[in-house]
């Protein structure tokens, strides 16, 4: 019996599949399809945060941060100056915390 992915999978999915007895077909990436499949990754990410709960949603988001750290990579950064960037721009915009919801603005005349 086959199961078909054609997925990126972390690094090492493939030794958890021979450890398994079973036979993992990979290929390596070129750069281009890489960040596709980064982009493609952080949505699958994303869908499983919202369909799940507890500390299922918190493995989510640990995965979701895997992605960010791969995707930072690819800019020649590491999560913490996306860290960084994020408590900077809090501290001008702040965060989510008190749950405003805009649902819109008037202009002056």
């Given amino acids: 019996m086959e199961r078909t992915y ?28 890489y960040k596709k ?35 930072a990579g690819l800019e020649n950064a590491t999560l913490e100056e996306i860290e960084r960037l994020a408590d900077e721009k809090r501290a001008k915009r702040g965060g989510f915390e008190k749950k405003i919801f805009l649902e819109k603005v008037i202009e002056k005349e």
């Fill in 6 to 33: 054609n997925k990126l999978v972390r690094d090492n999915i493939p030794d958890i599949i021979i450890a398994n007895n079973e036979t993992p077909v990979t290929r390596l990436l070129t750069d281009e399809e």
């Fill in 37 to 71: 499949s980064l982009e493609a990754k952080l949505n699958e990410e994303y869908e499983e945060v919202i369909e799940s709960e507890g500390g299922e949603r918190l493995e989510e988001l640990a995965d979701m941060i895997e992605v960010i750290r791969s995707l």
